[in-house]
């Protein structure tokens, strides 16, 4: 059974920095696509970004609205992947979401419970 | 980028009707048309990938049809747990850009 786990959430400043984790088993971790998601507060489902696998080149694609403030990268070694949060905004807020494998053919995609991120001064 | 649209945003049907919602892409994505169910205070399940992939373990009631521009939900006998909030989701070629979901109530 795939499980996916979020963790790192918390209330931080505006501008300030934060990196969320992504723990993933039951499939091949390194054979897969990760995606990340959120959801702001009264809001819909919003896309944040994926990082292919190794064998991919583990690249990245990204939403207008993060990029170049958002990175995501992994480390298979420990099937987690992360996403580094830079110069966070009040509009940030939401809870993040993980899915993994992010490659909808396998069948065996999964969200994570998400992990809540506040930030407010 | 291509941009999704849902409709209606919310609706109310009755135990036993036959649901459908639509969605529409700005641009033809032949096939690349994703189905989340989302209830509130649990991450979205994926029922439908590829228009019409039906996911491992989704009830029979949940259908997809559609390609290029323009998608369908069915739901063929609303049941009171099919109380969510759907999304489509454009996959593919990045963005992977959600619609704006809709509401179905009983």
């Known amino acids: 059974e795939v499980q996916v786990v979020e963790s790192g959430g918390k209330l931080v400043q505006p501008g300030r920095s934060l990196r969320l984790s992504c723990s993933a088993s039951g499939f091949t971790f390194a054979a897969y696509p990760v995606g990340w998601f959120r959801q702001a507060p009264g809001q819909g489902l919003e896309w944040i970004g994926f990082?292919?696998?190794?064998?991919?080149?583990?690249?990245?694609e990204y939403a207008a609205s993060v990029k170049g403030r958002f990175t995501i990268s992994r480390d298979d070694s420990r099937s987690v992947a992360y996403l580094q949060m830079n110069s966070l905004q009040t509009e940030d807020t939401a809870v993040y979401y993980c899915?993994?494998?992010?490659?909808?053919?396998?069948?065996?995609?999964?969200w994570g419970q998400g992990t809540l991120v506040t930030v407010s001064s | 980028d291509i941009q999704m649209t849902q409709s209606p945003s919310s609706l109310s049907a009755s135990v036993g009707d036959r649901v459908t919602i639509a969605c529409r892409a700005s641009?033809?994505?032949?096939?690349?048309l994703a189905w989340y169910q989302h209830k509130a205070g649990k991450p979205p399940m994926l029922l439908i990938s590829s228009a019409s992939t039906l996911q491992s373990g989704v009830p029979s009631r949940f259908s997809g049809s559609g390609s290029g521009a323009d998608f369908i939900l069915t739901i063929s006998s609303l049941q009171p747990e099919d109380v969510a909030t759907y999304y489509c989701q454009k996959h593919g070629a990045a963005p992977h850009t959600f619609g704006p979901g809709t509401k179905l109530e009983i």
């Open positions: 641009q033809g994505i032949t096939n690349n």
């Open positions: 990082i292919s696998s190794r064998s991919q080149g583990e690249t990245t």
């Open positions: 899915a993994a494998p992010y490659y909808y053919a396998s069948g065996l995609t999964a």
